[in-house]
C-alpha cells in the first residue's frame, strides 16, 4: 500500500496506518474464510492485534510465535533497514540517537496477549528454537506437556529479551 501512496508521511494515525490495519485483518479473514493455512506476521501491539484477532478465532486455530532479541540488536537492525529498504517509509523513520530512550520504547512493546498457545523464539542469530520446532508448533499448537494458552518456551538459558519486529 505504500508504493500506492506517494508522499505517505508516516505517524502513529496517519492515514494510510488507518486504511492498512483493517485491510490487514480483511485480508487474513477472507483467506481463512477460502480455508487458505496462513501466517500473518506484524509487529502489532497487544491494543491492535487482540481486536483483530478475536473474530477470527471462530475461523482458525490461531498460534502465536513471539520473536524477540535485545534493544540494541532491534535498534541495529531498524537503522539497517530504514538504510536499505526505501519502502519502510511507511514506518517511523525518525533516526533513534538517544539508545537508552530506544531500549526503553523497545522493551515497553506489549505484545500480543490472547487465550491461545504461544511460543517465543530468539532471533538475536537466526531461529533459537530452530525452523522445525516453530513448524511444528504452528501445526500443533504445544505438545500434550502444554495446557492451551500458556507458554511453550524452548529456549535454553534465558537471555536479555525483548521484542524484534522484523526477525
Given at each position: 500500500m505504500v508504493h500506492a501512496t506517494p508522499g505517505v508521511a508516516p505517524g502513529p494515525r496517519d492515514e494510510l496506518s488507518m486504511r492498512t490495519?483493517?485491510?490487514?485483518?480483511?485480508?487474513?479473514?477472507?483467506?481463512?474464510?477460502?480455508?487458505?493455512?496462513?501466517?500473518?506476521?506484524?509487529?502489532?501491539?497487544?491494543?491492535?492485534?487482540?481486536?483483530?484477532?478475536?473474530?477470527?478465532r471462530r475461523l482458525a486455530r490461531i498460534r502465536i510465535v513471539h520473536c524477540t532479541v535485545a534493544a540494541e540488536v532491534a535498534l541495529e537492525r531498524r537503522v539497517r533497514r530504514m538504510d536499505d529498504d526505501p519502502s519502510r517509509r511507511a514506518h517511523d523513520v525518525s533516526r533513534p540517537d538517544d539508545a537508552v530512550a530506544e531500549a526503553a520504547r523497545h522493551d515497553a512493546f506489549d505484545r500480543v496477549s490472547i487465550d491461545a498457545p504461544w511460543l517465543e523464539v530468539d532471533t538475536t542469530d537466526g531461529y533459537e528454537p530452530g525452523f522445525e520446532t516453530i513448524a511444528a508448533f504452528a501445526r500443533e499448537g504445544s505438545d500434550p506437556a502444554h495446557a492451551r494458552g500458556t507458554p511453550m518456551n524452548l529456549r535454553a538459558p534465558l537471555r536479555p529479551t525483548g521484542h524484534d519486529p522484523h526477525p
Open positions: 490495519l483493517p485491510t490487514f485483518f480483511q485480508v487474513i479473514e477472507l483467506l481463512l474464510r477460502a480455508g487458505v493455512t496462513t501466517v500473518a506476521e506484524a509487529a502489532f501491539q497487544d491494543r491492535l492485534w487482540r481486536p483483530g484477532l478475536q473474530p477470527l
